[in-house]
């Protein structure tokens, strides 16, 4: 199986950046979609962003042109650049690994443990 371990975030002030890591073990890497997702407190989990396996990425509308989602097969990992960061960005971030790209949490197979993140305004 996957294992994700999820690391990077961290207090920001409003308009600061962060970037976010998934490191991954197993050497099928490459062949998993990734995607990173978020839950604020009182909310439920939110997409974020998505990378195929290949490089495709596709984004939540709330975070384009802001994050940027890229992967490293030779590292194992997966990174979320988070720049121009805004208190509704605060959450607890979480990376996942499934078949295919995809805004549907239920794709995904395996999960990191999350990261939290804190905008302050």
């Known amino acids: 199986q996957v294992q994700l371990v999820n690391s990077g975030g961290g207090l920001v002030q409003t308009g600061g950046s962060l970037r976010l890591s998934c490191a991954a073990s197993?050497?099928?890497?490459?062949?998993?979609?990734m995607g990173w997702f978020r839950q604020a407190p009182g909310k439920g989990r939110e997409f974020v962003a998505a990378?195929?396996?290949?490089?495709?990425?596709y984004y939540a509308n709330s975070v384009k042109g802001r994050f940027t989602i890229s992967r490293d097969n030779a590292k194992n990992t997966v990174y979320l650049q988070m720049n121009s960061l805004k208190p509704e960005d605060t959450a607890n971030y979480y990376c996942?690994?499934?078949?295919?790209?995809?805004?549907?949490?239920?794709?995904?197979?395996?999960w990191g443990q999350g990261t939290q993140v804190t905008v302050s305004s």
């Open positions: 996942a690994a499934g078949p295919r790209n995809s805004d549907d949490s239920t794709v995904y197979n395996y």
């Open positions: 197993g050497r099928t890497f490459s062949n998993y979609a």
């Open positions: 990378i195929s396996w290949r490089g495709n990425t």
